[in-house]
């Protein structure tokens, strides 16, 4: 087993065009957990933070817009899925 | 009005959106695509290799001027244990006809020059716009609203990917997908020397591996690990099954993270520099998650579309994204032919894909996605080939016993039933 892995360090290395004060993921108030930890789990970004004391936290700055919370609970605790405007968001290089 | 409407708008420039706007362009269909990222490829990712036979078809010898990585030549699959490996090798000396040949790509540079090519037959390409929803009239899809712009076409060809919002829109994607149907993929872009790379993998100029993994990089989950090799990088990555996601101990950038640290992978990496990080989902329910492809005025393609197959030994989306692009072209050129843009016009797009391989190889394996979800395969199976390597190749001093004995030891832990089930089944799937 290896060390607990620092996605920001990795998410920090991408091109990010972020569009400030308008996020376009949007979760709804008090989200259910058991649906929440599915995302905390599957996130590549691993943007669906649980902290220490059960708080969550969520920003979607460093999304790579790969659909995966959409599936998984787009319509339980999402209020808002849809792609960045054009030209902001991930900017894959390579790819 | 009509006067003004384009043949096609192609949402997405992607490989199917590229591919048909090529297609289209060079039969003098007024084509435009549109492309939310600020070039074709900056929202796209792959494992990835791509198989040659379908783009070879469209533009034979592509792959001498494209930017393409390396040639396939080596393939592996590894059985992987957190801390045991067991691998089939595979090097393929001989030629092959450019139809048989793969190739690792990064799509950041290959579906720029995929754009670039079908500019240069006359298609029209808008990046840096989003489209935000389809414009019907009557039922039938007659234009797209893009950034507060209104543009007017015949058909609309929708290549915008696994997650296809306006396909879900207009009704013709089941609007939930089941999350059953649907994988993860994470991956780490790994810079090294040239040489260090062909070193490690024992490669010549030119020639990739690819390589698979299943068992320990997913968790337990269906899924696996992969390694290509590019010129001066390494894809590395993992993908993961939602289905049991919510119970798993691991999310899924700690699988990525074990699965570089594994013993067997940490060696070929040394040294190298993390040059992108990217996340993609791979619909991988095969049959069972194909839309509606056609509708009036609209056609659904590439990853939207659900086309992509896991085979296990190999994944495979980008040559059907590519065929189904070309498809989608062809029924829009006989529908600009007839006149007649309305889903039983635009109906050849089913008639060509139902007699090419994308539906054909997606109907074979139709019953694949629900035997991989069987568990053994990515728990028991690479413990148990491990355990049998380990009593074969362990000489400790202790009294040997017959290799039969051994082998039906460890076979016995799995159980002979399930090993005969799961045997029937996978021989059936595929």
Redesign the interface.
């Known amino acids: 087993m290896t060390e607990t892995v620092n996605v920001d360090v990795k998410l920090g290395v991408n091109k990010f065009h972020v569009d400030e004060g308008h996020p376009h993921i949007i979760l709804k108030d008090n989200p259910n957990m058991t649906e929440y930890r599915k995302l905390v789990n599957a996130c590549p970004a691993g943007l669906y933070k649980l902290e220490e004391d059960g708080s969550i936290r969520f920003d979607s700055a460093g999304c790579l817009e790969c659909g995966t919370c959409k599936f998984l609970c787009g319509d339980t605790i999402l209020e808002k899925w849809e792609y960045p405007r054009g030209t902001f968001g991930i900017e894959y290089r390579y790819g | 009005m009509e006067e003004e409407a384009f043949d096609a708008i192609i949402v997405g420039a992607g490989l199917a959106g590229c591919v048909a706007a090529y297609v289209l362009a060079k039969e003098g269909a007024d084509v435009l695509v549109i492309e939310?990222?600020?070039y074709a490829?900056?929202?796209?990712?792959?494992g990835g290799r791509l198989y040659a036979h379908s783009l070879e078809k469209i533009i034979p010898g592509f792959a001498k001027e494209a930017p393409v990585e390396r040639k396939v030549t080596k393939e592996k699959v590894t059985f992987l244990t957190?801390d045991t490996g067991v691998t089939l090798d595979y090097h393929n000396g001989r030629s092959q006809t450019s139809t048989q040949e793969s190739y690792t790509v990064?799509?950041?540079?290959?579906?720029q020059w995929l754009m670039a090519k079908a500019e240069e037959v006359g298609a029209q390409f808008i990046t840096?716009?989003?489209v935000d929803e389809l414009i019907t009239k009557d039922g039938k899809v007659v234009g797209v609203n893009?950034?507060g712009d209104e543009l007017i076409a015949k058909a609309v060809i929708l290549a915008e990917g696994?997650?296809p919002?306006l396909g879900e829109k207009l009704g013709m994607v089941k609007?939930?997908?089941n999350?059953d149907a649907?994988a993860?993929?994470?991956k780490?872009?790994i810079e090294l020397p040239k040489e260090v790379i062909q070193d490690r993998f024992n490669l010549s100029d030119d020639e990739g591996a690819a390589w698979l993994f299943a068992g320990s990089p997913s968790n337990g989950l269906m899924g696996g690990g992969f390694i290509y090799t590019n010129q001066t990088?390494v894809s590395l990555g993992i993908v993961?099954g939602?289905h049991d996601?919510?119970s798993?101990d691991?999310?899924?950038?700690?699988m990525?993270?074990?699965f570089?640290?594994h013993s067997i992978i940490k060696p070929l990496l040394e040294g190298g520099k993390?040059?992108?990080?990217?996340?993609?989902?791979v619909p991988e329910a095969g049959l069972n998650m194909v839309p509606k492809l056609v509708d009036d005025g609209v056609l659904i393609t590439g990853d939207a579309a659900g086309f992509c197959l896991n085979i296990g030994y190999t994944v495979r989306g980008m040559d059907l994204a590519i065929a189904s692009g070309e498809a989608a072209a062809k029924a829009v050129l006989t529908a600009r032919a007839n006149k007649d843009f309305s889903a039983q016009g635009l109906s050849s797009y089913q008639t060509l894909l139902e007699d090419s391989f994308v539906m054909k190889d997606l109907k074979l394996y139709k019953n694949l996605p629900a035997f991989m979800e069987t568990p053994r395969i990515f728990n028991e199976y690479p413990k148990m080939v491990a355990d049998i390597m380990q009593s074969m190749f362990t000489v400790d001093g202790s009294e040997s016993q017959p290799l039969r004995k051994t082998l039906m030891k460890h076979c016995k832990e799995v159980g002979y039933m399930n090993l005969i089930k799961d045997g029937i089944k996978g021989v059936t799937a595929i």
């Open positions: 939310r990222g600020n490829g900056s929202k796209n990712m792959t957190d990064l799509r950041g540079d290959f579906d840096g716009i989003r893009a950034d696994v997650n919002v609007p939930k997908v999350a649907m993860v993929g994470a780490e872009l990088t993961c939602l996601i919510g798993s691991k999310t899924v950038p700690q990525l993270e074990d570089k640290n993390l040059l992108e990080y990217s996340g993609h989902v």
